[in-house]
């Protein structure tokens, strides 16, 4: 039998890592990243189209309070497509951050169409937070106690 010395100790264990490692990124999670960017900068380059036509409403026509309104609208798109974008952008790099927010869009958006009686446009946000809180895990959320 050879083994160590009586009266000596094995060599100590290297400690755990201080973080643990970015996890793959789920293919449901990427297609969610990829149509909310799409849908980003359609809603950027729409809300510059609306601001574009409201200025040139108000230019040519001179309808001043109709050209504010159209302005206003246009930043309020441009603003939910910037926002859109950044979620996507989070999603695609797996942010604790984006998977609230996407429960929270999608949430409000299940209330909107419950609430105007879409029964169509429920189908994709129920869909994606269900699917959202199946996988939270991928995004350090609700992670199960050490030792369960």
């Keep these: 039998m050879s083994g160590p010395p009586a009266g000596t100790m094995p060599p100590p264990m290297a400690p755990p890592p201080a973080y643990a490692p970015p996890q ?3 293919i449901g999670v990427t297609i ?3 149509l909310s960017g799409l849908g980003g900068l359609v809603g950027i380059f729409a809300g510059i ?3 574009g036509l409201a200025a040139l409403v ?3 026509v001179g309808f001043g309070v109709l050209a504010a309104l159209g302005a206003a609208l246009g ?3 441009l603003l939910i497509g910037l926002v859109t974008l950044a979620v996507a952008i989070g999603l695609w790099r797996m942010r604790s951050w984006a998977w609230w927010v996407a429960i929270i869009v ?3 958006s299940i209330l909107i169409n419950v609430a105007s009686v879409q029964w169509t446009g429920l189908i ?3 869909i994606i937070v269900l699917y959202l809180v199946v996988i ?3 995004f350090g959320i609700g992670g199960r106690p050490a030792g369960m």
């Design 124 to 126: 994709f946000p129920v």
């Design 106 to 108: 999608n949430a409000i």
């Design 32 to 34: 969610i990243a990829i």
């Design 58 to 60: 108000g230019g040519l």
């Design 75 to 77: 930043v309020i798109v």
């Design 136 to 138: 939270r895990d991928k």
């Design 49 to 51: 189209a609306i601001i």
């Design 24 to 26: 793959r990124r789920p």
